[in-house]
């Protein structure tokens, strides 16, 4: 298996524009999950999946985020419009919903806003 | 918020030494997952110890729980370079289901490990 696979891998866009995400999450796999890091607040969990129906949304930051799974091997977070203070690396990581497992993640995308 | 607190902040040894990173945290937890992150990448699951067990080793890898302390710690005997990386505790039990919690990661301890 490939992994959990995000791009792009960089993102540089300008104040105001649309951005959007992209996870493919490990085959088999049932639940996903949206962090975002940053050196101030760390990992935060911004939404996750369970056989692609959002289960909690609360850590969304504001409306301009909005996230979505239309089948089990496809996501996308989307922001807009993005503001410098969206600058973060953004991860996408995928799970077995019903198992206490580790969770697998994907190498992250950079995003710049400038 | 973030549930588990990781101690210290920074970490550097020589090759050959032991490493000790600690986690705090608040709430009752059935499971704690430990994860690396070497620079620039994702984050790697390392060990996951249940709330009924108090030790657990993987390879050079020592973890441990007290749940009365609502405190864990990762021993990493015998550092390596290759183990230069940032350690992050993780709580909730992972489970994305109605009756689990996603899991809620601290904000690490960076390990730097010179030869």
């Known amino acids: 298996d490939a992994g959990v696979i995000q791009s792009p891998r960089h993102e540089v866009t300008e104040m105001g524009q649309e951005v959007t995400l992209r996870c493919k999450p490990i085959s088999g796999h049932n639940s996903l999950f949206w962090y975002r890091q940053t050196m101030m607040r760390g990992l935060e969990l911004l939404i996750y999946f369970n056989n692609n129906v959002p289960i909690d949304d609360s850590g969304m930051p504001e409306d301009r985020f909005s996230a979505k799974m239309p089948n089990a091997s496809f996501s996308t977070l989307k922001i807009q419009p993005s503001e410098p203070r969206d600058s973060a690396v953004y991860f996408c990581?995928?799970?077995?919903?019903?198992?206490?497992?580790?969770?697998?993640f994907g190498s992250g995308t950079r995003l710049t806003v400038v | 918020s973030q549930q588990g607190e990781e101690d210290p902040q920074a970490l550097s040894i020589q090759e050959g030494e032991n490493a000790t990173m600690n986690c705090s945290y608040k709430t009752s937890i059935n499971n704690l997952q430990w994860y690396r992150q070497n620079s620039g990448r994702g984050l790697v699951h390392l060990i996951l110890?249940?709330?009924?067990?108090r030790e657990k080793h993987s390879g050079r890898l020592r973890v441990t729980l007290d749940t009365s302390k609502k405190s864990s710690s990762l021993l990493i005997t015998a550092s390596r370079a290759a183990d230069t990386a940032s350690y992050f505790c993780a709580t909730g039990d992972g489970r994305a289901n109605q009756a689990g919690t996603a899991l809620i990661f601290g904000k690490g301890t960076t390990l730097s490990v010179s030869s």
């Open positions: 110890i249940r709330s009924n067990e």
């Open positions: 990581a995928s799970s077995l919903a019903d198992r206490v497992v580790g969770y697998t």
